[in-house]
């Protein structure tokens, strides 16, 4: 059975996801459909696979540079102080990771933990808007092509 993952990366490869910044040598580069922290990100793999342990050497290396790359380009169009990273795996075999922009406008006892910590009607108030997050996705492609 497909994941969301599966999904959006069949999305993107379709030119119908939304949320997709930029296509990568890895995978895509995404808008997460949470946008409680300014930048939200996510790298699919393109092929998806179930976990990076499915990756041999090349593929990991590739995945993992991306990752840092959106990381770089969220530090420089957002002002972000720190860019964490998830991969976490638990729900759906598909491998994924969160490129989440931390700042320091954040209350103090959030930002020290996961970005998973703030409740969830929170993190659910500010979703992904296409008209909205244009500038931000255009100015990230940007960044991210410039790294590439």
């Known amino acids: 059975m497909p994941t969301l993952i599966h999904r959006r990366v069949a999305e993107a490869q379709a030119g119908t996801n939304p949320t997709v910044i930029c296509r990568m040598p890895s995978g895509w580069a995404v808008m997460c459909d949470a946008q409680f922290l300014r930048g939200y ?3 699919l793999p393109d092929p998806v696979v179930p976990d990076i342990n499915a990756m041999n050497k090349e593929q990991r290396t590739a995945f993992l540079y991306d990752m840092t790359v959106i990381g770089d380009a969220l530090l420089e169009v957002t002002g972000a102080f720190r860019i ?4 976490l795996g638990n729900l759906d075999p598909a491998l994924h990771v969160h490129i989440i922009p931390r700042y320091l406008s954040e209350p103090e006892e959030k930002r020290k933990g996961p970005a ?3 409740d969830r009607a929170f993190r659910e108030s500010n979703p992904f808007d296409p008209q909205r997050d ?4 255009q100015q990230l492609a940007a960044a991210i092509q410039r790294r590439s």
């Open 134 to 137: 244009r500038d931000l996705m």
């Open 116 to 118: 998973f910590f703030y």
């Open 41 to 43: 990100s996510l790298l």
């Open 84 to 87: 964490n990273y998830e991969i």
